[in-house]
């Protein structure tokens, strides 16, 4: 049974967990563990708790499973789930966090093969990025993380973050600007 439910969409699970399947839940847990984690991490950069807060997000999934519209893409919605989680991780911790990056993760920078004389340049450039998202506020720095470490489409960053979809493409837009900024050497 569980290799059947391996090959059902994140959809159709949900669907199966509102009619109180158990294993699915199970499935959708172990798919977006890790997926959480990361966008925690770039969103939080407090580790201890981090695992703590995405227990959390699969516990209020599991509590309004049934509010989810299977006919509608499951990722958006657990990940709104997570947005608001964070943030108000963030508000009771009333500070801003610091947030590391992997440049791996940004598809632009891993497929580019750099060989050992230019490490050094890496590194700067990772630090000087690392530096400008933490400047960035909240909202610049988010949205940039669900584009590029999470791999949201512009749908469904506008579904998590319950704005319009223009509004996803102007704060893309401003924050990438903003980044730059921080970025490009003196």
């Known amino acids: 049974m569980e290799d059947a439910l391996a090959q059902k969409t994140d959809e159709e699970l949900a669907a199966l967990v509102q009619r109180n399947n158990e294993a699915a839940f199970g499935v959708l847990m172990e798919r977006f563990q890790n997926k959480l984690l990361r966008y925690g991490r770039k969103f939080l950069y407090e580790h201890a708790p981090i695992e703590d807060a995405v227990q959390e997000v699969f516990i209020k999934t ?13 990722s958006p919605w657990i990940y709104r ?15 801003l966090p610091f947030i590391t990056v992997d ?22 450039i990772r630090t000087r990025i690392e530096r400008g998202l933490a400047k960035l506020s909240a ?11 999470e791999d949201l489409s512009y749908q469904e960053i506008a579904e998590v973050l319950r704005v319009p979809i223009g509004t996803v493409g102007i704060r893309l837009k401003r924050a990438r600007e903003a980044l730059k900024k921080h970025v490009e050497p003196t």
């Open 81 to 95: 789930i997570a947005h608001n989680m964070f943030v108000n991780s963030l508000r009771e911790r009333s500070r």
């Open 103 to 124: 440049l791996d993760l940004f598809p632009a920078l891993a497929s580019h093969k750099l060989d050992p004389a230019e490490d050094e340049e890496r590194e700067e």
């Open 139 to 149: 909202l610049y720095r988010e949205v940039l993380i669900l584009y590029y470490l």
């Open 62 to 74: 599991y509590q309004n499973i049934q509010s989810y519209d299977p006919k509608r893409p499951f």
